[in-house]
């Protein structure tokens, strides 16, 4: 089956050590989204690929970038974790165009842990 | 900015209960608006989708909502909700329309046990 996946589903990382999170896709998807997802709070919208194209958003920390190789897969850097970043990230796609009506896809998620 | 409201952080039913989870957004424009679900130990899924037209919109597993635009609105309901049913549910909405991609805004979830 087409999916999103993610690895690794759990990731424990120390106080200021950087830490990649990756996400690959088989839906051949032009737009990938990296979403944040703190405890009892909603997915929040970090930044989106569309192509080759990077949007961040405007109050994502400059602490978090991202990479996007090929159409197939995403990465997520943070390059100096600290504790306020343990979250889950989650990682979704959509074909994109003129047509809006395509949903998102999301994968299973990383949850990480700052020590 | 878009924000989206759901009041309800817990619920508990009985199975064949109904179901009706609030939702609210917050934007004056043309809107899409979602609601997925996400199961124990699963990843976020669609249930259903407005972008226009009827505004009773209904999706998989039985699920329905509505979408009053007065209210600014969107509430899912299920006639009779299952132990299945058991899950997550976020309500979303699309902050860019008609621009080729979503940049989807979402509420804080309503966490739902269905007991036998």
């Known amino acids: 089956d087409a999916m999103v996946i993610q690895n690794p589903r759990y990731q424990v990382t120390q106080f200021g050590k950087p830490v990649t999170l990756s996400c690959s896709q088989t839906?051949?998807?032009?737009?990938m989204y990296w979403y944040q997802q703190k405890s009892s709070q909603a997915p929040k919208l970090l930044f989106h690929?569309?192509?080759?194209?990077?949007?961040n958003e405007a109050d994502t920390p400059d602490n978090f970038q991202s990479r996007r190789p090929n159409t197939s897969f995403c990465f997520l850097d943070i390059r100096s974790p600290g504790l306020g970043d343990a979250a889950m990230y989650l990682c979704?796609?959509?074909?994109?165009?003129?047509?809006?009506?395509?949903?998102?896809?999301f994968g299973p998620g990383t949850r990480l842990t700052v020590l | 900015a878009q924000s989206v409201s759901q009041h309800n952080h817990h619920v508990i039913l009985s199975e064949a209960a109904s179901l009706e989870l609030g939702c609210n957004y917050s934007?004056?424009?043309?809107?899409?608006l979602f609601w997925y679900v996400q199961y124990p130990g699963q990843h976020l899924q669609l249930l259903l989708k407005?972008?226009?037209?009827?505004?009773l919109v209904k999706g998989i597993k039985g699920f329905e909502a509505e979408f009053i635009k007065s209210k600014f609105s969107f509430n899912l309901r299920k006639p009779s909700v299952q132990w299945s049913d058991t899950a997550e549910y976020f309500c979303?909405?699309?902050?860019?329309?008609?621009?080729?991609?979503?940049?989807?805004?979402f509420g804080t979830g309503t966490r739902l046990l269905v007991s036998p």
């Open positions: 979704a796609t959509s074909r994109a165009g003129l047509d809006t009506y395509n949903e998102q896809f």
């Open positions: 839906l051949n998807h032009n737009v």
């Open positions: 690929y569309y192509d080759k194209d990077f949007n």
């Open positions: 934007y004056g424009g043309t809107v899409n």
């Open positions: 407005y972008f226009s037209g009827d505004p």
């Open positions: 979303a909405v699309n902050a860019l329309p008609n621009t080729g991609f979503q940049k989807l805004v």
